[in-house]
Every structure is written in structure tokens, then in C-alpha cells.
């Protein structure tokens, strides 16, 4: 029976989206991993005494990648992924349908993936599975290409740079190997995600009326999950809603840790944020259409959404308070008290700092 994903036209499509990239070759390369295995190790110590967090998964290992190298990285992640969901689907999508749907499936990933790549920086791989190799999982990945474009772009120091790149992803493979709960408690979330989807034609008249009411009432129907927002469930827009909280924190602690935890060794990170944060808010039509309908648009603002909460929480009830949310899931904000943090507060039943 054919896979419902086409994973070699996927990327197929990805390698020309993403265009040529000769950064295998470079004498770049060979600096780039020799500065990421430094900065990472490094990173690891900074963010850890900065959020008092302890990885248990030991030293933070830094790969060096070009982009097609980041999007097969990706493609293997998404496969282990949805493995028993896409079982599942093979088991009701039989015959041509099947063989025509997975080139459909596989052609709209590699777009996606390959527009991406072009994009991203950094990226820590989260999924851990005990059957496959541990040397191509638990990593740091780096898109070198990206990297050193931004770097000649911007005339940004180098060395300065790749550091404070290097602090937020490590901040975030310490949140998920420090705090013992998290990675099985969003892993267990995105399996609701995925695990529930059952292909159901009563969805689409759902979503068509959903997208009426945003007509009516003068608001963007794309605006928080894209076209998967649209389809899902009312159990999957619960879930989708405590995703989005969750990682609205993460991203936004992750900003916050960056930017304090060398400080004194990257004199010019305001103006590296400056210029991050014009770079996601500059895009053309087309550009803010596909991040609207793959919810990347949403992803953006949990950037925003989530460094405003924990400033916010941090005046209001002191820095400590913040680390409150890391003590369990019943802890954990959800997405309103995200954009109001004197609801969470309220819950916690903390008064405010003198």
C-alpha cells in the first residue's frame, strides 16, 4: 500500500524552493562547526545559570547543516512523528486515491519545508526515540547558509552572532531536557493533535462557517491556527490552544534568556534583535498570505506574545514567580493568560511585588 506521504518528492520539491546552495563545499563550513561546537558547549553554561535549569540529557551537540541537510532532518522528524497517524490513514486511503493524495501530500510539504529553510537559523530536535541512532537526535541544528547571510547582510560581528544564536536554541533543548515533564507533556499534546484526525467532510462546512463569522465580524479566520485551525475539532482547538501557551512561554523565555544570559559578551544583541524582528515583520503579500495559511503568522507572535508575559509577570510578581510555570502542566499558561498574565497570575493567587 502506498505511504499517504510522498517523503522523495517531498524532497525533491524542497531542494529547488530552497535554490542552490554551494555551502556544502565552502571553506565556511569548516569555521561555522568549529564555532558552533565552542558556542553551544558554552551557551549551555550561560543559559543554565541564567534560568537555574539543568539539562539531564548532559552537553549540548551542535550540527552544522546546509538547507537541504535541515530539511531531511525534518522530513525524518515528521515521519517518526506521524507514523501511527499516517497508518491509520493508509488503512482508509486505498487505491488511487492514495497513490494521487501522497504526491499532493509530499509536493505541499517540500514547498513548505523548502520556503523554510531559507528562513530558519537555528532548531533543536525535541524528538527523542530509543529505537533509532542517539547520535542524529537531541541536536542543535545550525542553517550555516543562513547564518552567514545575515552575518555579510547586516555586517554583524561573527563571533557575537553565532553565540547569541546559539544561546536561544540551547535555551531551548535545556528547557526540554531540564524540566523532567516537558518534553512528554507537549510530545503528548501533539499526539492528541495528530491522533485524532479522521478525515470528516462535516469539518469542511465547519470551517466554512467559521470563515463566515470572521467575515461578519471583521477578523482574520487564518489569524491564529492557518488552514489546520480551520479543520480541526473542537477537542483539537482545545489542544491547539494550550500549544500555542506553551509555546508562546518557551519562545518567549527563550528570548529573554538570550538576551541576558552573556550580555556583557554580545555588546551588539539589541541590534541583532532589531534587525531578527524587522526581518519577520518585512514580508511581501504573497510572503504574509503563506505564513497566514500555514499558521507561521501565529508562530511569530508567540515571539511577541510570550516576552511581553514574562516581562510582565516579572514587574508585576518578580522574576521568581516565572518559574512557577515550569513546576507541572497544571502550571503551564494557557494562551488568553498569555496575552492577559494577570489572569495567570490570578490563578497562581500571587500578589504583586512591592
Sequence with gaps: MAESIDWGLAEQVARRVSGSDPFADSYHRLGLERDFAEFTERAQFYVESETGLRSQAGPARARVVDRIDWVRANLASYQRLLRPMLRRMEQQLGGPLSLVSNKIAGAELGALLGWMSTRVLGQYDLLVLEDE????????????????????????????????????????????????????????????????????????????????????????PLSDGGVA????????????????????????????????AAASEIPSQERFARVLRARRQQANVATRLLQQIIGMEAKLAQYEQGERFIEEVERSAGPATVQRAFEGPEMLPSLAEIRDPSLWLRRLGVSHAA
Design 229 to 260: 485551525g480551520l479543520f480541526a475539532s473542537s477537542e483539537q482547538l482545545e489542544v491547539m490552544e494550550q500549544v500555542g501557551g506553551l509555546m508562546s512561554l518557551l519562545e518567549g523565555h527563550g528570548d529573554v534568556t538570550m538576551d541576558r
Design 133 to 220: 541512532d542517539p547520535e542524529d537526535q537531541d541536536l542543535v541544528y545550525y542553517v550555516g547558509p543562513n547564518i552567514l547571510s545575515l552575518e555579510k547582510r547586516h555586517s554583524f560581528p561573527p563571533g557575537e552572532f553565532r553565540l547569541w544564536v546559539a544561546l536561544h536554541e540551547v535555551t531551548h533543548r535545556t528547557q526540554f531536557t531540564g524540566v523532567p515533564w516537558l518534553r512528554g507533556h507537549f510530545l503528548g499534546l501533539v499526539d492528541q493533535l495528530v491522533g485524532a484526525n479522521d478525515p470528516d467532510p462535516a469539518r469542511i462546512f465547519t470551517a466554512v462557517g467559521r470563515v463566515a463569522e470572521a467575515v461578519r465580524t471583521r477578523t482574520n
